[in-house]
Nanobody, 118 residues
Framework: QVQLEESGGGLVQAGGSLRLSCAAS???????????MGWYRQAPGKQRELIGS???????TTADSVKGRFTISKDDVKNTVDLQMNSLKPEDIAVYYC?????????WGQGTQVTVSS
């Protein structure tokens, strides 16, 4: 079992930046079994959208909708995956969810709200 805890959401003005962090915890075996971590978001009334992911090999994918503004990174020592969000827009308003995949399936964080004021 893997537990995920997100932090860093909040309110920011349009054009501003936020950094989200997701920390994975569990047994050493469960942490080492993680094959990928990343972020989704869900805006009000919309389906959950994949923002991007990073594999345990360091391969990073980023959605076209945020490419150039959002950057995903991971820290293998801290077992974290971060989402740096720059040039935020009102359309980025959503609950942002961290996920982690292993051979059992997918684990989810509880979500963190990001609000952008225009």
């Amino acid at each position: 079992q893997v537990q995920l805890e997100e932090s860093g959401g909040g309110l920011v003005q349009a054009g501003g930046s936020l950094r989200l962090s997701c920390a994975a915890s569990g047994t050493t075996f469960s942490i080492r079994a993680i094959s990928a971590m990343g972020w989704y978001r869900q805006a009000p009334g919309k389906q959950r959208e994949l923002i991007g992911s990073v594999s345990n090999y360091g391969d990073i994918t980023t959605a076209d909708s945020v490419k150039g503004r959002f950057t995903i990174s991971k820290d293998d020592v801290k077992n974290t995956v971060d989402l740096q969000m720059n040039s935020l827009k009102p359309e980025d308003i959503a609950v942002y969810y961290c996920f982690a995949d292993d051979y059992h399936g997918r684990y989810w964080g509880q979500g963190t709200q990001v609000t952008v004021s225009s």
